[in-house]
């Protein structure tokens, strides 16, 4: 899926490209308190382990993903599918290798990243 149509078919727009594309939809602290972005990844695109000192809320709105906690395999998730990732919780979350992954991620408190996520595991998937 090209960029341009990838764009025209999801809600917010595409956004900033980092490894994957961050648009921010809410950074008013007041009243929530928390930050909303709408993360886009490429297919094969994830980010690194990372830990969320307040936690996470993850809401998935097009595509073909994977979550991760640590110590527990990985979760395929779809459109509609919602994540409740509780504080201090090491995960990572991404595309599959053939699909864009689009979310919501609502995320109230700082992020600690860490290590990346192994390429060689990462296509057993």
């Given at each position: 899926?090209?960029?341009e149509q990838l764009s025209n078919s999801t809600i917010f727009p595409?956004?900033?490209?980092l490894d994957a594309y961050l648009q921010m939809v809410f950074t008013d602290p007041t009243p929530l308190n928390t930050?909303?972005?709408?993360?886009?990844f490429a297919p094969g695109a994830r980010n690194n382990w990372h830990t969320h000192q307040v936690g996470q809320v993850l809401?998935?709105?097009g595509g073909n993903g994977w979550y991760q906690e640590e110590g527990q395999p990985a979760r395929?998730?779809?459109t509609g599918e919602v994540v409740n990732i509780p504080p201090h919780v090491k995960h990572w979350h991404?595309?599959?290798?053939?699909s864009w992954f689009v979310h919501l991620a609502m995320t109230p408190?700082?992020?600690?990243w860490l290590e990346a996520v192994d390429d060689e595991w990462?296509?057993?998937?």
């Open positions: 899926m090209k960029n595409l956004g900033q490209k930050s909303i972005g709408n993360v886009t809401l998935v709105t395929s998730l779809t991404g595309a599959t290798k053939d408190g700082p992020t600690d990462f296509a057993k998937l």
